[in-house]
């Protein structure tokens, strides 16, 4: 079925997944599942999955014994760190809030491109990261309804997922000049799953695995199959008709898909200045890239 969709119709079907995991996980946390257990399950199946998508699309798995150390760097980034990231935050905030956040991970890519040397910003990028942290900041002051805890630490832990998929992003370049997209995915989701089971396992021996609902499991299997599996197969086919320039462009949609999302679903409430602020997160995206298309190279979603 997805070799006879278009690329257009691949890239929304994509966005929509992406959009509808920050909806998922914070469904799952919130009906009996604890964070690291959760995350922890998730990337354990989904690696071993994606492995086997890979071996037999090409047929082996083999990489450079040198390339094992960057690997490992970034299974550590994008994975461990991110997925910390990803769960507490949505343990903590609302997925509306959660996913206008992540709205910055443009701008932290080129903070981070910039700071590594394989970018020089202009002015430009440097005015859009005001304006889009102008826009956290509303987006923070919109959570003002939630505790301390829960709307500030909240709002850090947001941060830190844009900023880790960020530094994943960028750091990840490299290894896709000399492998494919699946090939890097699968390495980063296997080594990545081992730390963060390690890390997990109180949470998962102290697990109630009876107070999960039904409904939570089916978010869970959801996150893995669809989320994680099915989500990389059509992005990367997407890539590979129309490449990672146009792809972006569509993916600039999730921030906000994902909020409606939440809204529509769980019930929640996004206040006046939590809608601007999304807004303004996005002129600052607009502003960075000069009102232009981008310029990206492929990247599986670990989320």
Known sequence: MIKRMSAEALLLVTVVIYAFNFTATKFALENGFEPLSYSSMRFVVAAAAFAMLTWTRESTLR??????????????????????????????????STSLLFGTFP????????????????????????????????????????????????????????????GYSVGIRPLLARYSAYRV????????????????????????????????????????????VIANVTYFTSIERVGAARASLYLNLQPFLGALLAVLILSEELSGAQIVGG??????????????????????SGM
């Open 63 to 96: 990489v450079a014994r040198i390339d094992l150390k960057l690997l490992g760097l970034m299974a550590l980034i994008g994975i461990v760190l991110n997925q910390l990231f990803f769960s507490f935050a949505l343990d903590r905030s609302s997925a509306s």
């Open 279 to 300: 807004a303004v997160i996005a002129l600052g995206i607009l502003i960075a890239r000069g009102f232009k298309p981008p310029r990206l190279r492929a990247s599986s």
């Open 107 to 166: 701008i932290f890519v080129g903070l981070i491109a910039s700071a590594v040397g394989t970018e020089r910003l202009a002015r430009r990028h440097w005015a859009a990261t005001l304006v889009s942290f102008g826009g956290v900041a509303l987006v923070a002051a919109g959570a003002g309804n939630a505790s301390f805890d829960g709307g500030i630490v909240g709002v850090f832990l947001g941060l830190g997922i844009a900023a880790t998929w960020a």
């Open 185 to 228: 995915s699968a390495w980063v989701m296997m080594l990545g799953a081992v730390p963060l089971t390690l890390i997990s396992l109180a949470h998962l021996f102290g697990q109630d695995w009876g107070a999960i609902t039904g409904l939570a499991w089916m978010a869970a299997v959801y996150t893995i199959v669809v989320g994680l």
